[in-house]
């Protein structure tokens, strides 16, 4: 189980050799049963040596080293390397040596992760200044609050499409290629929003396609993540460090928009993303080595469609990986009903206005401050330990609505409740060991379009509900519905964790062998 006693983020994921015929090659590894090979899960079209390579003879240029199997003693010769330890990148052309520093440093060493890095954070700039100036666009050419609400949730609802039937793209192409038409083609899109001539209608099918391509660069760079930092604990970091920057954009951009709409007009802002999605572009085309894509299916004749939906299935259908990314997706489905109802909560205790401003950053600054602890002073099995307890509790801070608290109060417990995310730190190291590698890039797509779409429709629920009850009720009561989801999602992720059905199915092996004496 892995709130227990889970296995090093970066444990190989072939079956160790028994220690009486080859040593841990670390101390700190704890002598635990290795769980095994991970689910079963595969994509019919994928070459059978994809997901789960033979044993080589001597260390693959992409792969940890691997303990040989039991049987005869090898004939003499040098000693095989030793595996990367936690924080070490797996080795390859063009990858750092191996790392002893740990913690974010180690994944700055990394000079690809740097190039991803820039590029992530030039393009989110860029797409929340155009979201401002987009949605100031729409206002000053039709004049209706509608309309100009419509671009802010166009921003959300293509996601589940793009995620859906685009998945393909994320494994069927190489990924460097990928990322950087994805930033061209957005690009485009935005550049053709800057003609005097487009009309609203057109803006917003823009809006639309902009957050189609969106779900298909990010599971992209999820899973390239993987090729870049390993699949270890410079992989989980690497993904803290790209949400920390998410959610200091949404604090920063917002404000850089509406310093840019006080000097320039929206078309002159919007001007500025299609300059961001180019230096993304040229970024991750220079700063990034070229990789093959990891199926193959495409070349043997299968559509995109048919790829991205039979992925889609495989994963949703695999129940370790379904719970996983529940798990994902069901604490932000609820956590969002503060925010979502942040400007009446504020009218209705009677808060100044600059009080709306406080209770949409606070649950923002908590999870940059957790995510930092998290990712910096514990350890990988410590992240792991903290999953299941931390997503469990994640929502209660929210119960405190149910007394209608003062701003104070109200501000400490959305921090809290943003500090809760921290759960996921450990779960995305989860996610890409149950993940197999040539369905990885549709799970990272699919797992991205839904976070966006849930949270989207967790707003919208939270806002009708407001229409029947009191504000401060329905906060309270999103806390007590998604605790309650998650402790049911928590069990489910305890009962398909792989460690836990090993030591189970050894433990009932012995007891039949016993019985058969």
């Not at 994809?50 to 003693?73: K, M, S, T, W």
């Not at 929206?266 to 700063?287: E, H, K, N, Q, Y």
């Amino acid at each position: 189980m892995p709130t227990d006693s889970p296995a090093p983020a970066d444990s190989p994921r072939t079956p160790s050799a028994p220690a009486a015929q080859a040593p841990a090659p670390f101390p700190e590894r704890a002598p635990l049963p290795d769980p095994g090979p991970g689910p079963t899960l595969r994509d019919p079209g994928a070459p059978a040596a994809v997901a789960r390579p033979p044993v080589p003879p001597q260390p693959q240029p992409h792969a940890p080293a691997l303990l040989p199997a039991p049987g005869p003693a090898p004939a003499p010769g040098p000693a095989p390397a030793a595996a990367p330890g936690p924080g070490t990148p797996a080795p390859g052309p063009g990858a750092p040596a191996p790392l002893t520093r740990r913690g974010y440093r180690a994944v700055f060493a990394v000079a690809e992760f740097r190039a991803v890095f820039a590029a992530h954070l030039l393009s989110l700039l860029g797409v929340v200044v155009s979201e401002l100036a987009l949605t100031v666009l729409v206002y000053d050419l039709t004049g209706s609050p509608l309309l100009s609400a419509l671009t802010f949730a166009l921003g959300l609802l293509p996601y589940i499409v793009g995620g859906t039937l685009l998945a393909g793209v994320a494994d069927r192409y190489p990924a460097r290629r990928v990322l950087v038409v994805c930033d061209l083609l957005c690009a485009v899109c935005v550049a053709v929003m800057l003609v005097p001539a487009t009309p609203v209608a057109g803006l917003l099918a823009l809006r639309c396609l902009v957050a189609a391509i969106a779900p298909v660069f990010t599971g992209t760079r999820m899973a390239a993540l993987t090729d870049i930092l390993g699949e270890g604990d410079l992989y989980v970091l690497g993904r803290s460090l790209l949400r920390i920057v998410s959610q200091s954009a949404m604090l920063i951009g917002f404000g850089a928009g509406g310093l840019l709409l006080t000097v320039l007009s929206p078309r002159g802002a919007i001007t500025v993303t299609v300059a961001t999605f180019l230096c993304s572009a040229a970024l991750l085309r220079f700063g990034t080595r070229d990789r093959p894509a990891r199926a193959t299916r495409g070349d043997g004749g299968g559509t995109l469609l048919a790829e991205s939906l039979s992925g889609a299935r495989l994963i949703l259908g695999d129940r370790r990986v379904r719970a996983l990314m529940l798990l994902f997706w069901v604490p932000p489905t609820f956590v969002v009903a503060p925010e979502a109802l942040a400007a009446p909560y504020a009218d209705a205790i009677g808060a100044p206005p600059a009080a709306l401003g406080l209770l949409l950053c606070a649950m923002a600054v908590g999870h940059i401050g957790a995510e930092l602890f998290v990712g910096s002073a514990l350890s990988p099995r410590d992240r792991s330990r903290i999953v299941l307890p931390v997503a469990a509790a994640g929502l209660l801070p929210l119960l405190v609505y149910a007394v209608r608290p003062g701003l104070p109060l109200a501000l400490a417990a959305l921090a809290l409740a943003g500090a809760g995310a921290a759960y996921v730190i450990g779960l995305d190291q989860w996610f890409v060991d149950a993940v197999p590698r040539e369905l990885r890039g549709r799970a990272m797509t699919l797992l991205t379009a839904g976070l966006m779409t849930v949270q989207g429709l967790g707003m919208a629920l939270a806002g009708l509900a407001a229409e029947f009850f009191p504000v401060h009720q329905v906060v309270a009561g999103s806390g007590i519905v998604g605790t309650v989801c998650t402790l049911l999602l928590v069990a489910e992720a305890r009962r398909t964790d792989p460690r836990r059905r090993s030591c189970t199915e050894g433990r009932d092996g012995a007891d039949r062998h016993v019985t058969s004496r």
